[in-house]
């Protein structure tokens, strides 16, 4: 096995160990075992620490989403109208699709959903998947929801976890390549429906106008 190939094969693993078990169970041990890596030390190699490998699963995987939705990005700004708002979910939420149920073998959606129920994961995940292109989409979502004040920004967080969740629930079945499109597309549709939902007298009341420049939620 290359040194390229024993990489990313402790990468797929330690992405299964935490999709299917969660974060505390990421040893580097347990990584090399599943990556079957005779070398003791491979991880420490090429990782440096359990964290190093964190850092280069997220590096992986979110490059190609990145780059992906700053081509939807510049899409629309070469159209030169305003953005709708099925454009900017579909910037949101087809370039994680692309490298979850897109992608065969997929646990990346799964690996995400750990990441919102563990505080240590998190911070890793907030300080790496801040990418322009999210923060860009972000404050285009806050912008084109009619919910005022903090409620917009509170939508825009919430189809991000929603996409997620929803993509984490579908990865890892086999399906047929027009059904995977149309599962995205419904997905698209939802989360432009919660984004253009009307508010209810009791929330707009609770909430006054405010500013959002910076993305709340977990990033993607």
Not at 31 to 48: E, L, M, T
């Amino acid at each position: 096995m290359t040194q390229t190939t024993s990489r990313q094969a402790m990468i797929e693993a330690a992405e299964q160990i935490i999709a299917e078990r969660g974060m505390p169970t990421l040893t580097l041990k347990d990584v090399q075992i599943a990556a079957k890596q005779s070398n003791k030390s491979a991880a420490k190699y090429h990782f440096g620490s359990r964290e190093g490998l964190l850092e280069a699963l997220v590096e992986v995987r979110m490059s190609p989403v990145d780059a992906r939705r700053q081509e939807l990005l510049d899409e629309m700004e070469r159209l030169g109208a305003p953005p709708t708002v099925r454009q900017a979910v579909g910037a949101l939420v087809r370039p994680l699709a692309a490298e979850t149920l897109g992608r065969p073998g997929s646990r990346y959606a799964r690996f995400l959903v750990q990441a919102m129920f563990d505080p240590a994961l998190a911070d890793l995940i907030q300080r790496h998947l801040r990418a322009e292109s999210y923060r860009h989409v972000h404050r285009m979502l806050i912008d084109l929801c009619p919910a005022p004040g903090e409620i917009a920004a509170w939508r825009a967080d919430n189809i991000t976890m929603l996409s997620m969740t929803a993509l984490a629930a579908r990865e890892g079945t086999d399906r047929t390549p027009a059904e995977t499109a149309a599962i995205v597309a419904d997905l698209v549709d939802t989360c432009a429906a919660v984004l253009e939902a009307g508010t209810s007298a009791h929330t707009s009341s609770a909430v006054g106008p405010t500013d959002h420049t910076e993305p709340q939620g977990v990033s993607q």
